[in-house]
């Protein structure tokens, strides 16, 4: 009691630290996607419904998670919007069609497409136009896409400006959760310790005392920093998903009956001291038994997906690169110079422009069989030209 009266009376609650730049740009971008991806979910179940309407049970025959992403489901629904259609056009239609624009399938999955048109109830009276609904709310779902995308390639540039950058060398934590938790935790020398990251998350359970009762394993606390343990949850998930380590933990708590909330909240918190120990000490994952990944291949593999301008590709890894320590130079510059290295067809300037990099993380231009200075200068002025 003594300590709260000593701390209002001070004004030590009162003391808003200063965060830069980066960090508020990159808490703006991730809460901007994040409000993006729950728009974009509930147009998909808007459209799910509209084209069970219209194809009843098509849905039914992929994957939640496969609906709407690498699945050919919706390029034949917008080719052949009934059961009909699919049956007219039978295996040999849907597959020519699928050659054509270059999708690619599985011709099992076609032949239960055609067996689900040959025993699919009757659609709607107004099928025709749930049709045209759900095709028009497609459009706009692959506006969200674009969006996203963007928003994740902007997060990615503002991360790197961050020490955070260090834990995309842990298995499951990607730019997305990475950023997410930078941006809401803000600079890791405004916590003395993980326990005040856990603290200000409010990842432990609520304390009940009266008299000679004493309940220490409540539900979580309510006064927390809810955006911050949202952040934590998800790294918490990405993990358990996805980390050897932190998904055997999972599955012995859930071989104890732990609770499925009690488990998560666990695992974010572990998984904050983590944290605190590789940004604020400035290392990469050196976990016993479990393989770290290469930080640098990983980003330019996300940049790569997400057809990220060259230059800015280039960049971001430059600048991912100052977090690195010295020890790791080796082992990152090993991937890159794999990819560098693979024979590829048609112009590959970024190879180039990787040069610089690799030569900085300790290879030589004989270990990379690098052309001359000119050469990449000449080849760095037309990729900027082209870009």
């Known amino acids: ?37 729950k728009q974009r979910a509930r147009l998909m179940v808007q459209m799910r419904r509209l084209l069970h309407q219209a194809m009843p049970g098509f849905a039914d025959l992929f994957e939640d998670d496969k609906l709407f992403h690498k699945s050919i489901a919706l390029p034949i629904a917008l080719k052949f919007s009934s059961a009909d259609a699919v049956r007219q056009a039978g295996v040999d239609g849907i597959t020519s069609y699928l050659n054509q624009t270059k999708v690619r399938f599985q011709a099992r999955t076609i032949e239960r497409i055609v067996a689900w048109a040959g025993a699919a109830a009757e659609p709607s009276e107004l099928a025709t136009m749930h049709t045209r609904q759900w095709q028009q709310l ?30 995309l ?34 990842l432990y359970p609520s304390r009940y005392q009266s008299d ?31 980390h050897p380590y932190y998904r055997g933990l999972s599955a012995l708590w859930t071989q104890h009956k732990v609770d499925p909330r009690d488990r998560r909240c666990r695992i974010a918190n572990r998984a904050m001291r983590m944290v605190y120990q590789l940004v604020g000490g400035r290392q990469v994952w050196r976990g016993r038994g479990v393989d770290r990944e290469y930080l640098l ?11 990220t301008p060259i230059e800015q590709a280039i960049r971001d890894l430059h600048e991912a690169f100052a ?21 590829r067809r048609g112009p590959q300037p970024i190879g180039d422009l990787m040069i610089p990099l690799l030569i900085r993380l300790g290879l030589t231009r004989e270990e990379l069989g ?8 000449s080849n760095t002025s037309e990729a900027r030209g082209s870009g």
């Open 1 to 37: 009691m003594e300590a709260i009266f000593h701390a209002a009376v001070k004004g030590y609650g009162l003391a808003t630290l200063p965060v830069g730049e980066a960090y508020q740009s990159l808490q703006a971008v991730a809460r901007h996607r994040h409000n993006l991806v």
């Open 138 to 167: 497609n459009e706009v779902r692959r506006l969200f896409d674009e969006q996203v995308a963007a928003a994740e390639r902007e997060m990615a540039g503002f991360l790197v400006k961050t020490p955070y950058a260090l834990l």
């Open 169 to 202: 060398s842990v298995t499951g934590i990607n730019v997305v959760s990475a950023g997410r938790l930078a941006g809401e935790a803000g600079p890791i020398e405004h916590y003395a310790s993980a326990r005040a990251i856990n603290g200000r998350a409010g």
């Open 212 to 242: 000679q009762v004493d309940h220490a394993d409540g539900s979580l606390v309510r006064q927390c920093n809810r955006k911050l343990r949202g952040a934590a949850m998800l790294v918490a998930d990405n993990l358990i998903k996805c």
């Open 297 to 307: 291949a990983k980003l330019q593999e996300f940049h790569r997906v997400h057809q």
């Open 323 to 343: 977090w690195l320590p010295k020890s790791a130079y080796a082992d990152e510059a090993k991937p890159l110079a794999e990819w560098v290295g693979r024979k």
């Open 370 to 377: 690098a052309p001359h200075e000119e050469t990449v200068e």
